[in-house]
Structures are given as structure tokens and as C-alpha cells.
């Protein structure tokens, strides 16, 4: 901050100390104020062609017209050489029923036809087989010893849920509300429109958790690994739960990415 009073010297020192004092401040503030417009405008001039900002962010002003391409006169779609991508054929071994379709009499004549073609031409449909959830039911007995009067009642087999539905409707969910986005009602809406399973909405969370709980470990173990690499990159983004700022922090390496979240559960996973 320049020093030198704004007021020639012999007015300046005809001045009182608490006039010069308050004059000083005064600069202070200026100088702190124009520091900060000038900091305001370096941002605004700040955009997705000259900063790490994307593009959803540039001001209306700032964002360049679209380049019309000069028209070439050619139709639209396919050009004549243009070699055709088309969904590949699967393997005969691969295909669960082949069925031979013959015709009958021939189209010119209306004579009978007989006989085999040893090359057909092959068209296979895809479909998705008929999705019915399967429900197992455990009758727990409860029995009564005839030597002491005592009732015991069987235990769930090793590995079945104590709740109502199993590992891979938990792993669905989980799918759903994580990998996905989606959210919880519409999640809901999911299993209950594809897969014919209705769930009410305070279900969902819990598998969450249960399914949280169930990768713990190997989460756990991507972390370890994570921290121990000798390169990681680092990148964090921020979002609200309810009234409360929260932050996910995300460390790549060449094999695992590790994603760290205070205010929500930990997840890891291995790159392809």
C-alpha cells in the first residue's frame, strides 16, 4: 500500500493525528477492496476454454455460437463404400433352440418343396426370459423333548437371510441406488415393475446397509491397497444430506479406486 499521504505535505502535516489516522485506514480498506474487484474480475473471465470450469457453467455471454457445417450435398446416412455395423450372430452352441423354417410350395409355380438348404439364412431374436421372483418358504419346528418338557424351535439354515428377501435382491437394490443413481422411490418402482417384487420404501435403506456391511471387508482391503500405492490422484466433490454439507474423496491408482465419504458409506472398486 502506497504510504504517501494523498494531501500535499504542508497540508498534510496541518492535519490532526486522528484525521490522518482515520485517512490511512481508509486507504487500507481501499486497497483491500480493489483487490478483491480485481480478483472478481479474473473469475468472470474464466470459462471452459480457459479453465478447468465445464462448459454447463459458462455465462450466456461467454458461450461461443455453434459452427454450422457447410452443407456437402450428400443424403443423410449411410454413404455408398460404407461397410455396415451389424449386431453379430451367437454361436449355434450358445443359442437354445433353433427352429427350421421351410417353405411349402414355391413362389413362382406353387409346386411342393422338399428338401434340405445347406446354407439357411440365420435371424436370431434376443428376448428376456419371463421374470417371477421365487419364494422359498423355512418352517421353523418347534418341537417338545419327552424327557424334559423342554420346547425348542429349529434355527434358519447357515446362509439364509433373517429377512425377507435374499442376496440378490439385496445386491439389485444396491445396484439400483448406487451404481445407478437412482433413487429410492424409484427403485421401488423398478423391482416392482420388472421383477414383479414389491418392497415397501423403508426396506430399501436397509439393504443398503445390510449390503455395506456385506462388502466391508474387501473394501476395507481396496483402502489398504489404495494407501499404499506410490502415485494416486486425488479429486473430491461436495454435495447436502438433509442440512448437512458433506464431501466424497476419491483416490485413483492404476488398479483401485478408492472413494471415501464421511457422512456416507465407503465404497471401493477395481478398474477393468
Not at 418341537?143 to 439385496?170: E, I, K, N, S, W
Request: hydrophobic share 35%; charged share 20%.
Amino acid at each position: 500500500m502506497n504510504t504517501t499521504p494523498p494531501l500535499s505535505q504542508e497540508v498534510w502535516e496541518r492535519t490532526p493525528a486522528e484525521a490522518q489516522a482515520y485517512i490511512r485506514a481508509l486507504e487500507a480498506r481501499v486497497a483491500a477492496l480493489e483487490a478483491t474487484v480485481q480478483h472478481l474480475l479474473e473469475r468472470l473471465r474464466m470459462d471452459s476454454h480457459n479453465s478447468s470450469q465445464p462448459p454447463s457453467s459458462d455465462l450466456p455471454a461467454t458461450r461461443r455460437p455453434r459452427q454450422r457445417r457447410t452443407p456437402s450435398g450428400r443424403k443423410p446416412g449411410g454413404q455408398p463404400g460404407h461397410h455396415g455395423q451389424t449386431r453379430a450372430l451367437v454361436p449355434l452352441e450358445n443359442v437354445e433352440a433353433v427352429l427350421p423354417v421351410k417353405p411349402t410350395h414355391c413362389a413362382h409355380c406353387q409346386h411342393p418343396l422338399h428338401g434340405e438348404d445347406g446354407q439357411p439364412q440365420r435371424h436370431q431374436v434376443t428376448e428376456l426370459p419371463p421374470v417371477k421372483p421365487v419364494v422359498t418358504e423355512y418352517q421353523l419346528h418347534a418341537l417338545v423333548c419327552p424327557a424334559c418338557g423342554a420346547t425348542t424351535r429349529a434355527d434358519l439354515p447357515m446362509g439364509v437371510p433373517t429377512g425377507g428377501f435374499g442376496p440378490r435382491v439385496q445386491a439389485t437394490v444396491a445396484l439400483c441406488t448406487g451404481a445407478y443413481r437412482l433413487s429410492k422411490r424409484t427403485t421401488q418402482e423398478v423391482m416392482a415393475d420388472l421383477f414383479g417384487l414389491p418392497m415397501s420404501l423403508g426396506t430399501i435403506p436397509r439393504l443398503e446397509q445390510a449390503t455395506v456391511q456385506a462388502l466391508a471387508a474387501p473394501v476395507a482391503e481396496a483402502h489398504t491397497f489404495v494407501r499404499a500405492q506410490p502415485i494416486a490422484h486425488l479429486d473430491e466433490t461436495g454435495w447436502r444430506e438433509g442440512r448437512v454439507r458433506a464431501w466424497l474423496w476419491v483416490a485413483v491408482t492404476a488398479w483401485v479406486v478408492g472413494r471415501i465419504g464421511p457422512l456416507s458409506s465407503s465404497v471401493s472398486r477395481i478398474r477393468p
